[in-house]
């Protein structure tokens, strides 16, 4: 088939019912580009011989060398089905899980998705992860089992064997959507059980207890993958060829004269030909009988295979040509390769294309198809229900079903990514076979040129040049339309992630449209967008106007879009909601120049990469530094070399991988370091035992710290004082009950969840597992309460400088709950006579309550936290002027040390930043996967058998700091033959104590004293330290006694 023209796209753009939009996902290596390549091929834009050869869609130099994919590109592709035209903007993503957020722009755009799954390594983690990918963007999926030559050629299975190892690869799958289907259904049955609940007040006392999940009224038979429901396709991407089972049924029903509606029921599963009656029977397992899958359909595949490939077998090759009515040019016959052979021949036979494009114009949905449900989830931005949405918003849904082109509705499009490309492949500069014409015009304009050239003066050629260095590289906009018809230059808004469409209802003028000027509304600003593209892998090709339903390239939106956005003709259009990212950037590197005048370069470079890369972080440190946070080692080697060549084009040094930790208070553990209960040994080193003595009751006249942890700190103006205790918070996912009527909570930023300034009797708070920094104040009625809340802002201050960097290596806090048991401010005048003074102490009967829910410990003490009530004693007389004079920066600094001071009176621990690794390996590499997890502090979850393979699957967690070049060292170790996915997951303590130091016999018994085995938490602590340029107590000689003691006696 040859190219197709551009126009022929164009028209088919303009038929949504004809559309396909859809990507392809898979777990890393599964065979996505090899598979998009015949699918590109089969259009003619790349020659046939070279599918799965040249990777077409893989454009980066560094995608061709390491072989994955690492951005995910669009292709627009033209298919006949039958007696219609489709249209299929093809996304191919990437399968590493350091690219996983590429995924999730890719999903959002389509309306389906191929599902790759290799036949030999079956459901992987990455395979899981793009399917609930899809199930939560509610797009639907089909299947192709790639690789089936490997289960012939490598794991040499019999044609029978692989039918059964094909059922369980399908099982496998099904089982993940399964497990999807159930949880939603059980998610939605708790929805309306709490809806019903909060309707009809109490449960009455007579309503029996309903224990049907609702799982069996839902019907989810059509979720399901199932050769006979057509959505499943064999193939071997490689060789070209794929099948499903529909092709098989033609071919039979025509040969063997039985019903295609009876082979399509019968060739999968089992059923059996029973050559005698003639008729297809049933029990193909139970009778000994060949599955009619294997007889007709894989027997044919295997024998072609044993001929062409393993036998080499000329004669019978020629027969199965001849029978089969494929061409066979001589020179791929005689090529030394049976490969080709074999190709040339699948590849007219079945080929791929075919198969995959035919099962995705019948099984996908166009965009017409696109489901309410999944309008409304697009639509509701964060806990907003959809049918809070203000009215005109609500009627916009009509707009995105219908998915009409007509000049009279709202054009609405969502950009998911941008990303670069060279200015000059743009195809306006594109160059191009020149007319005549042209080139006597050129001719002419040289001439005239040269002309000016030698008249003009210096100045001119300067300000060229000043003119000149034009960008290099432009920003493109990976988009799709939902509404409307998007035309080049055409006006629109830009809806930030937080514009409220309610809000600006209001605020403007009816008929307001983009080509006014924009007022003042928050979040909205207006753009051109000044060219549009159709996207086509390596190339783009400029159109004048896009019709609904289509992936298209925007240009121009760079100043206005940082990575996603919504864009619209109607400012009651809400933002769409974000892009669900299965990856969190952790890995963080310090970036500087090698020249360090070339640092300009340097941050323009990295805003650049910044608005390319839909994952990764540029920010500059408190110290200064600029830093990258990208998701993983392979992202993060990506992103130094697009900074090197392309965004900053210069030397850059990156620093070693920067590890974060968190610091965290405990409990006071029960047992010692050799497990004896403590406060039963005898305490023997006294030097130890005065330590700690001296932590334990600190106190100077500002700083009173007593043994139960309570810290007092009065500021050195001794107009106020504060006491705090640190508190640790429960782990695993924390409930918050609080019961009382007036309270501040601040959730710090490391969980996002800001309270202010009071929380509803009996509200319940729900803090995101062990992350929540949590200050609250138990607040007071009266008119009193209102100078100790003026001076709230002082307090937050404090609690975040003090949360920002814990004392033991000035890392973010985590999991600590600073209660202030008390506050007192004072008037100045009567600062002296405090004691003296009559009190009017506001006291009140606060009572907080911390239940603690989905945790198994008890918290004896969680509840004790905040039982002291609150007191407040203050002068009337003190004016609300004053929080802005120094007494509030005093109180600021007086609560962060005071909090420090808390933290350090408590038991203190580091905590790590912990990646879940799935690694397969085979029996032979297990126990040297081990040897590696082991000595990098990994810890194996579970071990299992991969059913149906030699394969093991282990999981494990592995601290992130241990991790850097654990993908490699594996894969040395292990020949190649096993490789990890690492994903970030929790946040752990480390158990060890960094300050610890043996003090009972037992523990001297056990350590030594010096205790000089080694403590990982110290060491943690002291690299970081060390980074930062803090004092590191340690000794630089250890042993000097006895090396003089040896020499002397030499
Ligand atoms: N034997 C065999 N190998 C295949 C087949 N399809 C692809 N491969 C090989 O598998 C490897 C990975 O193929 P890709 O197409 O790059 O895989 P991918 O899914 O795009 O990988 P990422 O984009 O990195 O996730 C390549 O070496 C291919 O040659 C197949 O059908 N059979
Ligand atoms: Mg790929």
């Not at 449209?513 to 207006?526: I, K, N, T």
Request: glycine residues 6%.
């Amino acid at each position: 088939m040859g190219h197709t023209s551009l126009d022929k796209i164009i028209a088919l753009q303009r038929n949504p019912a004809n559309i396909r939009n859809l990507c392809i996902l898979a777990h890393v290596d599964h065979g996505k580009t090899t598979l998009a390549d015949c699918l590109v091929a089969s259009n003619g834009i790349i020659s046939g011989r070279l599918a799965g050869k040249l990777r077409y869609l893989d454009s980066r130099e560094d995608e061709q060398i390491r072989g994955i994919t690492m951005k995910s590109s669009a292709i627009s592709l033209h298919y006949r089905n039958g007696d219609q035209e489709y249209l299929l903007n093809l996304i191919d993503s990437p399968g590493h899980v350091d690219f996983s957020s590429e995924v999730s722009t890719a999903v959002r755009l389509c309306d389906g998705a191929i599902v790759v799954v290799d036949a030999v390594e079956g459901v992987c983690p990455q395979t899981q992860v793009v399917l609930r990918q899809a199930w939560l963007e509610n797009i639907r999926p089909v299947l192709v089992i790639n690789k089936i030559d490997r289960l012939i050629m490598e794991l040499k299975l019999t044609s029978q064997e692989a039918y059964t190892h094909l059922q369980k690869i399908l099982e496998q799958v099904n089982a993940v959507t399964g497990t999807l289907f159930t949880s939603k259904v059980l998610e939605e049955r708790a929805e309306k059980e709490k809806i019903e609940e909060r309707e009809s007040g109490t449960l009455s006392g007579d309503q029996v207890y309903d224990w049907s999940a609702g799982l069996e009224e839902a019907d989810d038979s059509h979720l399901y993958f199932s050769p006979d429901q057509g959505n499943v396709v064999f193939a071997s991407a490689i060789d070209g060829w794929g099948f499903s089972i529909q092709q098989f049924a033609h071919i039979y029903s025509q040969r063997m004269g039985i019903k295609t509606e009876v082979l399509l029921k019968t060739l999968w599963g089992d059923f059996y030909l029973n050559a005698k009656a003639k008729k297809i029977m049933k029990g193909a397992q139970a009778k000994g009988k060949k599955p009619l899958f294997v007889q007709l359909v894989l027997d044919n595949i295997w024998s072609l295979y044993d001929a062409v490939v393993t036998r080499r077998d000329k004669e019978k090759v020629e027969k199965v040509v001849t029978s089969l009515g494929v061409k066979v040019m001589a020179r791929d016959s005689r090529h030394s390769d049976p490969k080709v052979l074999l190709s040339a021949i699948c590849s007219q036979w079945l080929p791929v294309s075919q198969a995959v494009l035919s099962m995705v114009c019948e099984k996908l949905p166009s965009p017409l198809d696109m489901t309410a449900e999944r309008v409304e989830k697009l639509m509701s931005v964060g806990a907003r229900r959809f049918d809070t949405l203000p009215q005109q918003t609500q009627e916009l849904k009509r707009a995105f079903l219908q998915c009409s082109s007509s000049e009279n509705v709202p054009v609405i499009i969502f950009v998911s990514k941008m990303f670069a490309v060279d200015t000059k492949a743009l195809p306006q500069n594109r160059q191009r076979p020149l007319t005549q014409e042209e080139i006597a015009q050129r001719r002419e304009l040289a001439k005239q040129r040269h002309a000016d050239r030698m008249a003009a003066d210096q100045r001119a050629a300067s300000l060229q040049e000043s003119a000149q260095p034009a960008e290099e590289e432009t920003f493109i906009a990976f988009a799709r339309v939902y509404s409307g018809v998007v035309k080049k230059g055409q006006r629109v808004f830009v809806l930030g992630p937080k514009y409220d469409p309610a809000q600006a209802l209001n605020m403007l003028p009816e008929k307001y449209s983009a080509s006014d000027c924009v007022p003042e509304v928050p979040h909205l600003s207006c753009c051109s967008m000044e060219s549009i593209y159709l996207l086509m892998g390596r190339e783009l090709e400029e159109l004048e106007e896009v019709p609904a339903g289509n992936v298209l390239g925007v240009g121009g939106l760079e100043e206005y879009v940082l990575k996603s956005a919504t864009l619209s003709t109607s400012p009651a259009c809400p933002p769409f909601t974000p892009l669900n990212f299965e990856a969190t950037a952790i890995v963080r590197v310090a970036i500087e120049p090698k020249h360090p005048s070339e640092m300009p370069k340097l941050v323009r470079g990295m805003r650049l990469l910044n608005q390319a890369d839909p994952c990764a972080e540029v920010l500059i440190q408190e110290t200064g530094e600029h830093v990258l946070v990208t998701a993983g080692e392979v992202h993060l080697q990506r992103c130094l070399d697009d900074l090197r060549d392309r965004f900053a084009k210069i030397e850059i040094s990156a620093s070693k991988p920067i590890i974060p930790f968190r610091e965290t208070v405990i409990r006071p553990p029960k047992v010692d370091m050799v497990n004896e209960e403590l406060g039963k040994q005898h305490k023997v080193a006294i030097i130890h035992q005065m330590k700690e003595e001296a932590s334990q009751g600190r106190s100077s006249d500002t700083l009173h710290v007593d043994p139960s942890g309570l810290v007092t700190l009065t500021t050195p103006n001794r107009l106020a004082t504060v006491s705090v205790r640190a508190i640790p918070l429960p782990q695993g996912k924390t409930r918050m009950h609080i019961d009382q009527f007036k309270m501040t909570i601040h959730f710090n930023k490391l969980c996002c969840v800001l309270c202010h300034p009071t929380m509803s009797k009996g509200k319940t708070i729900d803090s995101p597992g062990t992350v929540a920094n949590i200050y609250y104040k138990v607040g007071e009625a009266g008119a009193q309460a209102t100078v100790l809340r003026d001076f709230d802002n002082s307090i937050v201050s404090g609690f975040q400088l003090a949360t920002l960097s814990g004392p033991m290596c000035e890392e973010p806090l985590m999991g600590v709950c600073f209660s202030i048991e008390r506050w007192d401010i004072q008037s100045s005048a009567a600062s002296q006579k405090q004691d003296s003074m009559e009190k009017d102490s506001i006291s009140n009967e606060a009572v907080v309550e911390i239940k603690v829910e989905g945790s198994s410990e008890t918290t004896p003490q969680a509840g004790g936290i905040a039982s002291g009530p609150s007191q407040a004693r203050r002068r009337p007389d003190v004016s609300s002027a004053d929080c802005y004079g120094p007494v509030s920066g005093q109180l600021i600094a007086a609560m962060k040390e005071a909090c420090r001071h808390a933290f350090q009176a408590q038991p203190q621990r580091l905590m790590a930043a912990m990646y879940t690794c799935e690694i397969m390996a085979t029996a032979e590499v297990l126990g040297r996967v081990y040897g590696v997890l082991g000595k990098r502090e990994g810890r194996v979850l579970h071990e299992e058998m991969k059913e149906g393979t030699d394969m093991f699957i282990i999981k494990a967690v592995l601290p992130v700091a241990e991790s850097f070049g654990f993908a490699d060292e594996i894969r040395k170790r292990t020949s190649g033959l096993a490789s990890p996915q690492l994903v970030f997951s929790h946040w752990e303590v480390i158990s060890s104590d960094p300050y610890w130091v043996p003090t009972t016999e037992e523990e001297y018994l056990h350590f030594g004293e010096k205790a000089d085995s080694a403590n990982q938490a110290l060491k943690y602590m002291n690299a970081v330290r060390r980074r930062k340029g803090l004092y590191v107590e340690e000794k630089i000689v250890e042993h000097a006694e006895k090396q003089r003691t040896l020499s002397k006696n030499k």
